[in-house]
C-alpha cells in the first residue's frame, strides 16, 4: 500500500506545481490576449519609463502605414489590456470626392466617410457574378497613382478592376480589366475630375472605404496613442490590424484631457511575429484570396469560372449550397433522405431503403444462414452417422 500512497502524493504535488509555474508565468499571453494581437500586423515597445506614479503616455505614429486605426495596448508585466486614445490631427488640401454607383447602393456614401466600421454592401446575385460601377467626381481635377480598397472582416477581394478616367474630354482606361490579388492598385500617375471603378465579384462585397490616394495635397500629420502607464511597467501597442478587432477594456481615465503627459517620440516599430492573416473557416487560404470564405475548400475548386468555389455555389439553385445540400445536382429543397444515408431521394440509386440505414443487417443475414446450414449438417451428420461412416 505504501507505493501507491507514494505515488498519489507525488502526483499531487507535481499537478501543484505545474498550476503554480502557470500562475507565476506572466510572459505568454493569456488566450483572450492572443486571439486579439494576433490580428495586429505590427508593434512598438515602450520599455523603461522613467515615471514614479502613474501617468499618460503619449506614442507617436508619425510614419507608419495604418490602414485601420485601432490598436491594442498590452501591460507586460500583467499580459492585460490597457484603455488607450487615439489621437489624430490632419491639416490637408485634400479634394473632396463625391461616390454614386450603378446599380444604385444606398450605403453608397459610406465608402468614403473615414469610418472603417462602416461599410457599403454589394449583394451578389444568385445566378451569376457580381458587378458594379462606381463613379467618383471632384470639384476640380485629383492627381492620382494608386487606389485602394479597404475590406469589411472576413470579406474575399473583387475577382477584377477596372479602372476609367475622364482627361481632356474623353474617357480613358487607368487599368483595363484585370484580375485582383491585393487591396492596393497602382497605375500610372492620371489627372481627372471623375473615375469610374468596376468590379466584378463571385462573393457577397463590402468594402469600408475606397480611396483614391491623391498625389496634388499638401498634409500635415499628427497620429498617436495615449494611455495610462504604472511605475516599472513595460507595455506594447499593436497596430495595423487587417480585421476590425473587438475587446473589452476596463474603466478609463480622461486621457484626451490628461495633464503632465510623457511623450515618446521615436519608438521603432516592429513586425508582429503573432500576427495571423484572417482565415475564418481554416483552409489556410486567407479570406481575401478565398472564393469560399465560411466553408473550407482547399482546393479552391471553382468548375464554372464565376468566381465563387464549389463549395459555395448553388449548382441546382435551390437555395441550399453545394456543401450543405445532400443532392447538389438536383433541385431538392425539401432535402428528403429517407434512409439517411446522406444522399437525398432525388438522386439516391438505390432502393433498399433498409439495408442502407443499417448497412450491418446483410452481414447478420449472411451469418444466420450460415449458422443454420451449420446446424442442419450437425443434425444430419448425427441422425445418420452409419452413412457418413
Known sequence: MKFPILFLFLTIFSLGSVASAQALDLGAPSSAVSTVISSYRSYKDIDSLTIKVPTVVEVFFPNDFIERFNFAVVDKNTNSLEPYFFKQEILSNEIPLSVSSNPDTRSINLLNDKNTRTYADFP??????????????????????????????NVALPSSVDIRAVVAGQERAVVAKSKLDQSTIRFPETSSDRWTITFTFGQPLRISELNLIQNNTVKSRVRS??????????YRIYFDPDRVVATALKEAGNLASAKDVSEVLNSPSKSNPAYVVADIDGDNIPDVRDNCIYIPNTDQEDVNNNGRGDECDDFDQDGLINAKDNCPDNPNSNQKDSDSDGVGDVCDKEESRITERYPWLPWVGIGFAALVLIILLVLTVKSNPQELS
Open 225 to 234: 496613442v495615449r494611455f495610462l502607464a504604472q511605475k516599472d511597467h513595460s
Open 124 to 153: 451578389l446575385p444568385d445566378n451569376s457574378q457580381g458587378q458594379v460601377q462606381i463613379t467618383l467626381t471632384s470639384p476640380t481635377p485629383v492627381t492620382s497613382s494608386a487606389l485602394t480598397i479597404l475590406l469589411d472582416n
